[in-house]
């Protein structure tokens, strides 16, 4: 027999018996989330199936991120009614302030070779811990915080075997609009895209979240990558040593397919409207000088304290382009305590950029940004379909950090190379 692939270990773990590539199992989840979005729909699915209880409520998570604070009584009710299931269930409330779900689940739950499921597309992001992270219907994680299991087709496998070292100004952000400029937007439906190579081995943890955080957008099921020292130098700074295991993809898995990227060459990327595989090279004379009314760093993909700090390495001591605005949602409490202790909340405030509380803010287009009729928005986001951003008749753009910095300078696209 080959060996297996990380999913097929992970999932294997969790279903007590050995599986394998297109095996339906029954697998233990260890850690299940909602958020304000979808948790309304997923606790009411509960009430109406008689099954309001958590299974393990510590590893229950109820989280207020998309409308945090609401801008409507409406929104405000559903987090009522949030709250008071947390209470009744016993399962953990993370509150308006605490930050985006995916970010707080990562900081804080999600564990190497455990199975992760949340009521959200971008619960992918946790296989950068080496988890199986995965986002479900309302109805499938209502049944797995209920029993505490869920029920699922091990994906195949796409290796992505990744070598060099990046340039100045390019970073993961860029690697995985090149990759879904590549395959496109469904090419790897229910697939899992793990992440290997030398490349993935130096990479910081915070930028190897935003490979998994975006596997979603080329159709993903997952996004795994390895658990290694890496991976224990980040739950050690998070008082979760504990909880490391290595997890590691056997020598001679079994791939569906496998893709090789060398990132020595890797340009910034720009992913254009309507859709995330419309991408090109900031080079590119269809982006390059565009006017942008607004630069948006936000989102569970990159706003981060590292993210933060990466753009005001650029913004130190220059201002935000007149005719630009800059809005800044940091991903997390800890990030966004973290920017402001060190500084980073001056450099920015001195730029002229407004600081939200951490939360999804203007990403998921519910409020604190959205953009008027036939504006440009440049934004460190993970998605740019029609109407993302909570108007069909404006247009974002997806970028780095670096990119969206160097952007906010001078107020059009611009190569974060140059400055």
């Known amino acids: 027999m080959p060996g297996k692939t990380l999913v097929e270990k992970v999932l294997s773990h969790a279903s007590g018996r050995e599986v394998r590539a297109g095996d339906i199992t029954i697998a233990r989840v260890d850690l299940a989330y909602v958020q304000d979005g979808t948790g309304p729909l997923t606790f009411r699915q509960m009430e109406k199936m008689g099954l309001v209880k958590a299974a393990n409520p510590a590893r229950s ?41 995916h970010q707080v689940a990562f900081e804080k739950y999600v564990r190497p070779g455990e199975v992760a499921i949340g009521a959200d597309s971008h619960t992918v992001m946790g296989g950068a811990m080496g988890a199986f992270a995965t986002g479900m219907g309302s109805t499938d994680v209502a049944v797995a915080l209920a029993l505490g299991k869920t029920w699922l087709r091990v994906p195949e496998s796409w290796r992505f075997e990744v070598t060099g070292s990046f340039a100045h100004g390019v970073y993961a952000k860029d690697l995985i609009l090149r990759v879904i400029g590549d395959i496109k937007t469904d090419v790897a439906t229910y697939m899992a895209m793990e992440w290997g190579g030398p490349a993935i081995s130096k990479m910081p943890m915070t930028e190897r979240m935003v490979l998994s955080n975006m596997a979603i957008e080329a159709g993903g099921k997952c996004g795994p990558q390895p658990s290694d020292e890496e991976t224990r130098r980040y739950l050690r700074e998070h008082g979760r040593e504990a ?30 409207p309507p859709q995330e595989d419309n991408v090109v090279p900031v080079t590119d004379p269809s982006v390059k000088g565009l006017r942008i009314h607004q630069v948006y760093l936000g989102s569970c993909t990159n706003a981060r304290y590292e993210d933060i700090r990466v753009f ?85 753009y997806l970028a780095s950090p670096a990119t969206a910095a160097a952007t906010a300078m001078y107020g059009v696209i611009t190569d974060p190379r140059e400055v």
């Not at 409308?67 to 409330?93: I, Q």
């Not at 993809?249 to 496998?258: I, K, L, N, S, V």
């Open 61 to 101: 998570i109820v989280f207020i991120d998309h409308s945090s604070p609401p801008p409507r009584k409406e929104l405000a009710s559903d987090h009522v009614y949030l709250r008071d299931f947390a209470t009744k269930t016993g399962m953990v409330l993370s509150d308006v302030g605490e930050g985006v779900c």
């Open 243 to 272: 909880d490391w295991r290595e997890v590691r993809p056997d020598e001679d898995a079994r791939y569906e397919r496998t893709s090789a990227y060398d990132v020595g060459p890797l340009e910034p990327m720009v992913a254009r």
């Open 312 to 396: 005001c390495d650029y913004m130190r001591g220059e201002a935000v382009a007149k005719g630009t605005r800059l809005i800044v949602t940091p991903a997390s409490k800890e990030s966004y305590v973290r920017a402001m202790k060190e500084g980073l909340f001056g450099v920015l405030l001195d730029a002229g950029a407004t600081i939200n509380s951490p939360g999804c803010g203007a990403c998921p287009g519910v409020h604190l940004g959205i953009p008027g009729d036939g504006e440009n928005v440049l934004s460190t986001t993970n998605r740019n379909y029609v109407g993302r951003m909570g108007n069909p008749l404006a247009f974002t």
